[in-house]
């Protein structure tokens, strides 16, 4: 874990890293973020922001590519995720700039082990009966419970979930349960599709 400064975008997104969105920038302090990541790297961060408030867990993201740019400086951007973060303290503006920053303490998320053997097996499972055309592309030995989740397209209270959960068995338990849960989704859809092929 390292603690560092990084000005603040929040969101009502939570991305895991190797995820990529795309943001439309129309606020004068975000204007303002999008020129000094110009010039500083392109580097920021998303506090995950639930029902109006700060989750205290964001990502750090990057942007990958400025997509247009607008007369009044407005902008449509693409930022991919490259870590996540746990906010220490937020302030509403950081130093003299428009936009909010704050003290954080990044996860390190390249640093998580590869996943056990037995969730593994159910993830093989499960793609191979919902999308085998999928399977080869997705898997491989060393995905970490995030390469999961993005693959299990897990939604945003469940990353926070996820990213909140203290030990790695709490980690996969989660995953091994939104697994389950598709896979209960998937019987479901085939048993409807099969009654109306019978009618």
Avoid: W
């Amino acid at each position: 874990m390292q603690k560092t400064q990084l000005a603040l975008f929040p969101l009502q997104i939570f991305l895991l890293p190797g995820e990529v969105t795309r943001l439309h920038i129309f606020e004068d302090r975000y204007k303002q973020l999008l020129e000094d990541c110009g010039s500083s790297g392109g580097t920021f961060g998303i506090p995950y922001a639930l029902n109006g408030y700060l989750s205290g867990f964001g990502c750090v993201v990057s942007v990958t590519r400025v997509i247009k740019r607008y007369p009044n400086g407005s902008a449509d951007i693409e930022v991919g995720c490259t870590d996540i973060f746990k906010v220490d303290q937020f302030y509403m503006r950081m130093g003299e700039k428009l936009y909010p920053g704050g003290d954080v303490v990044v996860l390190n998320a390249g640093d998580l082990e590869p996943v056990s053997k037995e969730l593994m097996e159910k993830l093989d499972r499960y793609i191979k009966e919902s999308d085998p055309a999928k399977f080869e592309a997705l898997l491989s030995p060393a995905l970490n419970v995030f390469d999961i989740a993005i693959i299990l397209n897990l939604d945003e209270e469940n990353k926070l979930k996820l990213v909140k959960a203290r030990t790695g068995a709490k980690r996969e338990r989660i995953l091994s349960d939104q697994i389950m849960f598709l896979e209960a989704i998937e019987k479901q859809k085939a048993s409807i599709d099969g009654e109306i092929f019978l009618n």
